[in-house]
């Protein structure tokens, strides 16, 4: 083989500096892959912490989302199993008849469920006033223009029914189970019960009203006042 061949197949070491080692070996250019190794191990740290936080922000969000989705459905519940409507004419009226305004709604929702309807008895509106019924109020309220049909008016039905109220109250001296019996079941048969229970005093809802429908009644109106109350509070400016 000749010189020429043989130095072409020799491989050509490294050179050397003057310690005889290389630059990899000194820590020069050869410390580099070390150094970037150090980052990579530090980098998986600081993602770590990053994720944390994008995922308590996201956890966070969505707990925010669900809590006002909870809101939004208790919201919608509410309105199917309580409703209100024309609490502003319920206001007005309870200031000017001297009334609870939940007592007033709890009475609507006994009645109609706040829906304009007209019953087999012929009772009309939200608070279901009987022809009759609403003749009397009109006698007696100064309603020279009244007419049945002004029952449909959701203002005009509320007024003569809270009209009503505030006098079966004035008649039995404020006692609202006693007024409330009478809406539903009128004067003449609260005044027999009564007078079997040996009056006012004895007087216990439960054992003495004659008439199931009407126990069931008054019972559902104290019970609807009172969540009208709690859960209307700011709309019946209690």
Do not use: C
């Amino acid at each position: 083989m000749s010189p020429a061949m043989a130095e072409l197949r020799t491989p050509r070491r490294p050179a050397r500096g003057s310690g005889g080692s290389t630059r990899a070996e000194r820590g020069g250019a050869g410390a580099r892959p070390d150094a970037y190794h150090q980052r990579r191990r530090r980098r998986p740290r600081r993602n770590r912490r990053l994720t944390g936080i994008a995922v308590a922000l996201l956890l966070g969000g969505l707990a925010a989302v669900i809590a006002a989705r909870e809101d939004r459905l208790s919201d919608a519940v509410r309105e199917i199993t309580l409703p209100l409507r024309h609490e502003d004419v319920i206001r007005q009226q309870a200031a000017d008849k001297d009334l609870d305004p939940a007592l007033i709604a709890a009475v609507i929702y006994e009645e109609s469920r706040f829906r304009d309807a007209t019953s087999r008895a012929g009772a009309k509106g939200l608070m279901q006033i009987v022809p009759g019924t609403a003749r009397f109020i009109a006698s007696r309220s100064g309603g020279t223009a009244f007419e049945l049909r002004d029952l449909g008016t959701p203002q005009v039905n509320i007024a003569y029914g809270s009209w009503y109220l505030r006098h079966l109250l004035d008649r039995y001296d404020d006692d609202e189970e006693l007024a409330i019996a009478a809406y539903n079941a009128g004067q003449r048969h609260v005044d027999r019960w009564v007078e079997n229970a040996g009056g006012t005093d004895e007087f216990d809802a439960e054992e003495h009203i004659g008439f199931p429908e009407t126990r069931h009644y008054v019972a559902g109106v104290i019970e609807h006042r009172d969540d009208y109350a709690e859960h209307y509070e700011q709309e019946l400016g209690l």
